[in-house]
Nanobody
Framework: QVQLVESGGGLVQAGGSLKLSCAPS????????VGWFRQAPGKEREFVAA????????YYANSVKGRFTISRDIAKLTVSLQMNSLTPEDTAVYYC??????????????????????WGQGTQVTVAS
């Protein structure tokens, strides 16, 4: 069983930056894919970005491409989401998720919530205008 713990959320002004981190306990991300999703009040959970632990291939939602960067830290065994040029529309609870299956190449299918087996508890990101 893998437990995921997110950190780094908070309140930021529009145009600012935040960095989220996701750390696993009980098992590492080795060979798996890790994704970030977000859910705003009254909206469905939506895909933000994904990365394969092996090779570090990435995939982004169009809404965050060029502003957000997902990365992995092999030494710390964590996955991070660097968020720049934040807007109020980025306000949401952000969730880290990991797959049980192995992914050695990135695929657009990783934008689907059903591809993920483990989820964190979420961290709130609020962008003030």
């Amino acid at each position: 069983q893998v437990q995921l713990v997110e950190s780094g959320g908070g309140l930021v002004q529009a145009g600012g930056s935040l960095k989220l981190s996701c750390a696993p306990s009980g098992r590492t991300f080795s060979g798996r894919a890790v994704g970030w999703f977000r859910q705003a009040p009254g909206k469905e959970r939506e895909f933000v970005a994904a990365i394969t632990w092996s090779g570090g291939s990435t995939y982004y939602a169009n809404s965050v491409k060029g502003r957000f960067t997902i990365s992995r830290d092999i030494a710390k065994l964590t996955v991070s989401l660097q968020m720049n040029s934040l807007t109020p529309e980025d306000t949401a609870v952000y969730y880290c998720a990991a797959t049980l299956s192995y992914y050695y190449t990135i695929t657009p299918a990783l934008r689907l919530t059903e591809k993920y087996d483990y989820w964190g508890q979420g961290t709130q990101v609020t962008v003030a205008s």
